[in-house]
């Protein structure tokens, strides 16, 4: 991919700030308007294939004595099933924890005496592993990384250590209400299993398991090397070679996913669920919606999806933080994301605040839902929006880790890494009609989730809601494993 | 999230960030040893202003800071939090913006901006596309003299205020901890005593005219520095300077400074405090830490990371690992100008005790005080140092806040620069003489925290 060079449309973001200045009186001073804007520069990423099918690719940016590389592994805890939840993220885990013949305290003294980091982990579609070192130690680093990846020895000891650290987390991350929300919904809301796992997976996942998904899923067919930072390609390649080419292509099967019907409701809040977490400290506040149909792949999806993210609830002065911070002082912070899938898609707006106000933000949240189903977005409102995201995407990379992301998040989709040239173009061209009729398709029907302590929002909650039935769940018997969440 | 209070809460997560050594400027590469220093230029003018800049122009970005020499220490008798109440006032309206303009000049045209309050100091800052300079130039200096706070929206960020310490404090089971006892426990008569969230009471007895004294007293431009990093013209990025704060008129009288010290310690102090909603016990041991301006403070960073940088670090491999008797296990060095807390600190592991993380958190204390370091944990230290100035310093904020916390902490924007080098020059002697200097058994503090229903208080 080249160089381009991309011109911000700073014309109308001008127009925009005038226009909010203009309101101020005559004895009031204007602010300086800004002067031309400078080109930011999106850097070519260059790429090749190993005989064993890894591809490598290569972004250098030498401002910066660092080096960030990423092995993206294209499989992640969407090849779990619910009673193995975990499995992708602690496989991932494990490989810091040991090879054939390095031991884990030898493997964190070698990249700690070399300055550097390594750290594995598993999201939904993806594991990875991510070294960040000073160029003069990357040979090194290097060697490590090739060895936690294709030597792992996934031994018994570490196996029971790790999981006694994952259930103790997760005892702790269940008594905060804003984590429990979200582990909730991802049965109640999304029919899928939290990545992390839950107490009964991790508990059962077998180290045989785990020996399976790595042999299945750490192939090179099935990943992506990806250098960023102070390196140049020949370096890289070279480097990829020297430690990767050694690797065998077990040739992954390649799995089909289909897409399912999005279901369409005209209740903007079709089921309320409370769980009650008593002597919660807040009540977290979450509307959550399921979209079948709505993929990461899709591009005609992804930027009308995005720009109506930034709208509602993506960055400080969206709606939802206007609406229930800035204007109301109900909470800390309020916004909303989606978890971008392989097939599907999840959206959850979140928000935390006082026990007593959780029905009167639960209601808030829905109006917005509401309001962006059916009326436009002005320009004025929308081409600051989409200079949040814009602004977002050239900041994250200036740093070899973002940089090393945004190229990973293209592999993972398949998509052309020509996207990073015509990211600021795509979002630009979003409308307001395309924000609403996203809006109105696919974001209506969802849940209201709240965690909190119960007895101070009940009453409040049903009056509000009179005609939406509420299920209510005591965090002590709740059980995401059956259908109606109780143990 | 957007205005907040770091200090203590930052400082749990065992962050090495205070005394970062110096970074580079663009393109250029580490030199064989230590780190490139930062090419700053330092000017103050006729109204007290200090100025530095730090022009990079790799990027079209550019980052600018307001420091402002008060903090949570400085907040009023019976209005504990109002230094980061405060903090939040200053994004409302003045006399020539209305409230929420500085999003609209950084967040609407693809920046950001945010502040936090530390105990000592409160740092205002953004990054925005270069050619908003001028313009963030002119919005800082408009804050500095022209706040207008009207009590509604007092009241209503109050409210913010307010959730805020509920989502630190209340609604995480080790806020209350690390929140509120570490200080209130360790400090007996300095103001750093009161934690900078504040509590809800005196929250609530905040007042429009508590604003107005506060902002006068504090906000002043020789109360102040300006810190630009990024894409600029040096000639150009002067004369706004000039034509912007050199009209800030610096206030006549001076400006109240804590002058109160905290005693030494006499005896070990031992308090066990409950909560609701914990799931394993923790504990805490803390020792008062030498001012930020000691000679002492590159040992303490090394002894920091010896024993609690990375995984391989003593105290995880000990807790963590062998003994497996604790999820967290952690030394951090919270310097304060004042003289701050080296806390040791561990959160249980299923079925394991606060005495028992007690005793090992000492026992390794025991260890690095009793035998010298080994040359090559002295070596990984300076290695993982290196390389976390590098990573800080990516990006212009990066080396902005850098900046600024050598001005507050060591009095002189140069120390961003002369820290590497202490920090190499770190000996083994160095690090088991300050092991000994500062912990010693009468300069310790113990807490203990548990579920509440350890004391059968669940309702």
């Known amino acids: ?487 | 999230m957007k205005k907040r209070v770091i200090g203590i809460i930052l400082s749990l997560a065992g962050t090495l960030a205070l005394f970062g050594p110096p970074t580079q400027v663009a393109a250029q590469k580490a030199p064989a040893t230590g780190v490139a220093p930062l090419l700053i230029r330092q000017r103050i003018l006729p109204n007290g202003l200090k100025i530095i800049s730090l022009q990079d122009n790799s990027s079209p970005t550019v980052a600018v800071n307001v420091w402002y020499n008060v903090g949570s220490k400085d907040d009023p008798q019976g209005r504990s939090g109002f230094a980061h109440m405060f903090e939040h006032m200053m994004f409302k309206s003045t006399r020539n913006m209305k409230s929420e303009m500085m999003d609209r000049m950084t967040e609407d045209v693809g920046g950001f901006n945010n502040a936090s309050t530390w105990d000592d100091f409160t740092n205002y800052y953004e990054v925005v596309p270069s050619n908003y300079l001028e313009t963030l130039l002119w919005a800082e200096s408009d804050r500095m003299v022209n706040l207008n706070v009207d009590e509604a929206t007092f009241k209503s960020e109050r409210d913010v205020v307010k959730e805020e310490f509920r989502q630190r404090i209340l609604a995480n089971p080790y806020g209350r901890l690390f929140g509120q006892y570490i200080e209130s426990l360790s400090f007996t008569t300095h103001p750093y005593k009161r934690p900078g969230i504040g509590n809800l009471d005196e929250l609530n007895a905040a007042t429009n005219t508590d604003a107005d004294e506060f902002y006068k007293t504090f906000y002043r431009p020789d109360n102040a520095t300006l810190i630009v990093v990024g894409d600029f013209n040096q000639a150009q990025f002067d004369a706004w300077v000039n034509k912007y704060f050199n009209r800030v008129k610096k206030p006549a009288g001076t400006i109240p400074r804590v002058t109160v010290t905290e005693p030494s310690r006499t005896k070990e102090m031992r308090y066990t405090r409950t909560a609701p909603n914990v799931p394993f016990p923790a504990v805490a041991i803390t020792y008062l830490a030498p001012p930020s301006k000691s000679a002492d403070i590159p040992a303490l960073r090394i002894a920091e990371t010896i024993l609690a940088g990375g995984e391989s670090s003593r105290l995880y491999q000990s807790l963590v690992y062998e003994q497996q008797i604790a999820q967290q296990a952690n030394f951090s060095t919270d310097v304060r100008v004042d003289g701050g807390l080296l806390n040791f600190i561990a959160i249980m592991s299923e079925g394991h005790t606060a005495a028992e993380g007690e005793k090992s958190l000492l026992d390794e204390l025991k260890k690095i005080q009793g035998a010298p370091v080994t040359a090559k944990e002295l070596e990984k230290a300076k290695n993982q140092l290196i390389t976390r100035a590098y990573q800080e310093r990516e990006q212009n904020d990066g080396k902005a806040f850098a900046i600024g916390q050598a001005i507050i902490y060591e009095g002189n924007a140069n120390a961003v620069n002369s820290d590497i080098k202490k920090l190499q020059a770190v000996t083994i002697a160095d690090v088991q003489r300050v092991m000994k200097k500062y912990f010693t058994d009468s300069n310790r503090v113990v807490i203990y925290y548990q579920n509440e229903e350890a004391k059968g208080n669940n309702e």
């Not at chain 1, 785990?210 to 102070?230: K, M, Q, R, W």
């Not at chain 1, 109506?308 to 109301?328: A, C, D, H, T």
């Open chain 1, 1 to 487: 991919m080249n160089n381009v060079k991309l011109k911000m449309k700073n014309f109308a973001k001008i127009s925009a700030l005038l226009a909010v200045l203009s309101v101020s009186s005559f004895s009031q001073e204007q602010p300086p308007a800004p002067s031309s804007p400078r080109t930011v520069k999106i850097p070519a990423v260059q790429e090749k294939t190993l005989p064993n099918n890894l591809k490598v690719a290569v972004v250098t940016r030498k401002n910066v004595p660092l080096v960030t590389v990423e092995l993206l592994i294209k499989s992640g805890a969407n090849l779990e099933n619910a009673r193995e939840a975990g499995l992708a993220d602690m496989t991932a885990s494990l490989l810091t924890k040991g090879t054939k013949t390095r031991s884990a305290t030898e493997i964190a003294e070698e990249m700690e005496f070399l300055g550097g980091s390594i750290s594995a982990g598993a999201g939904w579609n993806l594991s990875q592993v991510v070294v960040s070192v000073m160029p003069d130690k990357l040979d090194k680093a290097m060697a490590i990384m090739s060895d936690v990846v294709l030597n792992p020895a996934f031994d018994q000891k570490e196996i029971d250590l790790l999981k006694s650290q994952t259930l103790d987390n997760l005892s702790f991350s269940l008594k905060q209400p804003g984590f429990l929300a979200s582990y909730v919904a991802s049965k109640y809301s999304f029919d899928e299993h939290p990545a992390g796992g839950t107490v009964d997976s991790i508990n059962a996942i077998t180290q045989q398991q785990i020996v399976g998904f790595h042999g299945n899923e750490y192939s090179p067919g099935n990943a992506v090397l990806i250098f960023t930072g102070d390196i140049t390609a020949l370096k890289a390649n070279a480097l990829a070679q020297k430690f990767f080419a050694g690797w065998k292509d077990s040739l992954a099967t390649v799995r089909g996913v289909g897409l399912v019907q999005n279901e369409v409701s005209n209740a903007v809040v079709k089921r309320i669920l409370v769980v009650d977490l008593p002597n919660a400290g807040q009540a977290s506040v979450n509307y959550t919606k399921n979209l079948p149909n709505i993929n990461r792949e899709r591009v005609d999806y992804y930027f009308p999806a995005s720009v109506m993210n930034s709208v509602l609830g993506g960055g400080y002065s969206s709606r939802l933080n206007q609406e229930i911070r800035i204007k109301r002082g109900l909470s800390y912070g309020a916004g909303s994301s989606f978890a971008w899938r392989m097939a599907k898609s999840n959206f959850s707006t979140r928000t935390q605040t006082k026990n007593e106000s959780a029905g009167e933000v639960a209601e808030l949240v829905a109006k917005e839902i509401e309001r962006l189903g059916s009326g436009d977005v002005p320009a004025i409102e929308l081409t600051p929006r989409k200079s949040v995201l814009t602004g977002d995407f050239g900041r994250d990379l200036e740093t070899t880790g973002g940089l090393a992301g945004q190229v990973a998040e293209l592999y993972l989709f398949n998509l052309s890494l020509a996207e990073l040239n015509s990211y600021m173009a795509n979002v630009n061209s979003v409308t307001s009609m395309q924000i609403k009729n996203f809006a109105s398709a696919n974001l209506k029907g969802g849940d209201i989730i709240i965690v909190g302590d119960s007895k101070m929002f009940m009453d409040d909650l049903k009056k509000r809601f009179p005609k939406t039935n509420i299920k209510v769940v005591e965090s002590d018997e709740l059980d995401i494993s059956k259908d109606d969440l109780k143990k």
